[in-house]
């Protein structure tokens, strides 16, 4: 069965540094998205993707965050500048639409800023 | 704004016994509400979903919901539970009618745990 799939598991790295994120999502599928989930906290919606850009970003998606689909398979979430708050859980998650169409999500990558 | 409650953080049942899982909602329309289930080092699976019909709704692994528009509630159910449902069960409403077609709002989740 087809999954999204991320990379790394688990990221550790120092405020103020670069991270991307990576996700590849189901290979059929046209819309993408990412979540994440501070420790105790909602799954909070982060921002999603169609078309090569961006459909809708949350109030948390500040000039700090990008995504890309640098080629045909991945999808990317950069932070540039990493702060304490920014450690959480992120999910990648892809549809073949909108609304009505099951989100696959994948497993996570867990961040930690130090 | 949309928004899911979850007031439960926390569920142990024991093997065999009957569940359910709460959840509220605030939606001005009829929302698209979903069940999705995570276990450990997993992403997160969709059990069920509801956008219009039959107010019950069938998933797999043997749960149910039932979308009660008067209570704002779409509760999680499953007769009997197996050891295997260890989880964390989270609640989602998508929007359906305005600009953010596609995006969830989630519940904090429920960690269900069961006892043999």
């Known amino acids: 069965e087809p999954e999204v799939t991320q990379t790394p598991s688990h990221q550790v790295t120092q405020m103020g540094q670069e991270v991307i994120l990576r996700c590849v999502p189901i290979s059929n599928h046209l819309y993408f998205y990412w979540y994440r989930q501070i420790l105790g906290q909602k799954v909070e919606f982060l921002v999603s993707?169609?078309?090569?850009?961006?459909?809708?970003k949350s109030e948390i998606f500040d000039d700090q965050f990008s995504v890309e689909r640098p080629d045909g398979s991945n999808f990317t979430l950069k932070i540039r500048s990493t702060k304490l708050e920014d450690s959480a859980m992120y999910f990648c998650?892809?549809?073949?639409?909108?609304?009505?169409?099951?989100?696959?999500f994948g497993p996570g990558t867990r961040l930690t800023v130090t | 704004a949309q928004s899911v409650t979850q007031p439960d953080i926390h569920i142990t049942v024991s093997e065999g016994a009957s569940l359910e899982l709460r959840c509220n909602y605030s939606y001005g329309a009829t929302p698209y509400l979903f069940w999705y289930v995570q276990s450990p080092g997993q992403g997160l699976q969709l059990l069920l979903k509801?956008?219009?019909?039959?107010?019950l709704v069938q998933g797999i692994k043997g749960f149910e919901a039932e979308f009660k528009r008067s209570q704002s509630s779409f509760n999680l159910r499953k007769p009997s539970v197996h050891w295997s449902d260890a989880a964390e069960y989270f609640c989602a409403v998508g929007d359906a009618v305005s600009s953010t077609l596609g995006r969830l709002y989630f519940g904090r989740g429920t960690q269900l745990t069961v006892w043999p």
């Open positions: 998650a892809s549809s073949e639409g909108t609304v009505s169409y099951e989100q696959y």
């Open positions: 993707f169609y078309n090569n850009e961006i459909s809708e």
């Open positions: 509801y956008f219009s019909g039959d107010t």
